[in-house]
């Protein structure tokens, strides 16, 4: 069965850090990965995704993660975080021939003035 | 690009009763929709996804006769919580996608409270 794990419930940040959002995957199959967030109360905003091509993937607000095959990861990355950055963060996991997407269990990111 | 909307954003209900939330894609036909629900401080989890003009497919403990979806058109999918009970409160957020670029699109969710 496919999955995907975010081992970290809440990531902790100084503003202007480089910050780092994990993401693991189990999958039978290409994965097609994708990065979310959710800020208090609302649905979830679409940060980037992976289908294929450059294992390097840039998306909004500066975010951009790294496809590691061999690593089975996705992990969620920004050079200088911003305190606007606080927000919860999921990790989503589809297949080729599904539309269904599986979700992580969230990291909540905290970014401290 | 995309948008999803998803209504009403909150609603409180007495126990018994029934509540519909509606999800609307307002610039593209979504072929595929899914209703979520979201527990305090914890993970989406998939209730069902909708097909235009065919029945939905609920995942797994998810009571069909409780939970009504309906996909009657490529913009609306509606969900009907029937009889509702306070164990029903929780934030339910749709997503759809018109299987384009594999972009799936969110509703900003509802937050149901029942008393």
């Known amino acids: 069965a496919q999955s995907v794990a975010q081992p970290e419930d809440q990531v902790n940040v100084a503003e202007g850090n480089p910050l780092t959002v994990k993401c693991t995957y189990s999958?039978?199959?290409?994965?097609?990965l994708f990065w979310y967030v959710q800020y208090p109360n609302r649905g979830l905003q679409f940060l980037l995704k992976?289908?294929?091509?450059?294992?390097l993937v840039k998306g909004s607000y500066g975010f951009e993660a790294e496809f590691n095959k061999s690593q089975t990861s996705f992990h969620l990355k920004k050079p200088s975080a911003l305190v606007s950055d606080s927000a919860l963060y999921f990790c989503?996991?589809?297949?080729?021939?599904?539309?269904?997407?599986?979700f992580g269990t969230g990291t909540r990111l905290q970014v401290f003035p | 690009g995309a948008v999803v909307s998803q209504h009403p954003s909150w609603v409180i209900c007495k126990s018994g009763t029934s509540v519909k939330i509606e999800c609307r894609s307002l610039?593209?036909?979504?072929?595929?929709m899914f209703w979520y629900r979201q527990f305090p401080k914890q993970s989406l989890m998939l209730m069902a996804t909708?097909?235009?003009?065919?029945?939905?497919?609920?995942e797994q403990g998810v009571e069909k006769d409780k939970f009504l979806i309906n996909h009657a058109s490529l913009t609306l999918s509606t969900l009907t919580v029937t009889s509702a009970h306070p164990e029903d409160s929780s934030f339910y957020i749709c997503?759809?996608?018109?299987?384009?670029?594999?972009?799936?699109?969110f509703g900003s969710g509802t937050r149901l409270t029942v008393v």
């Open positions: 997503s759809a996608t018109d299987r384009v670029d594999y972009g799936y699109t």
């Open positions: 999958v039978s199959g290409n994965p097609y």
């Open positions: 992976y289908i294929t091509g450059d294992n």
């Open positions: 989503a996991v589809s297949l080729y021939n599904t539309d269904k997407l599986i």
């Open positions: 610039d593209f036909q979504a072929t595929t």
């Open positions: 909708s097909n235009e003009g065919s029945k939905a497919t609920y």
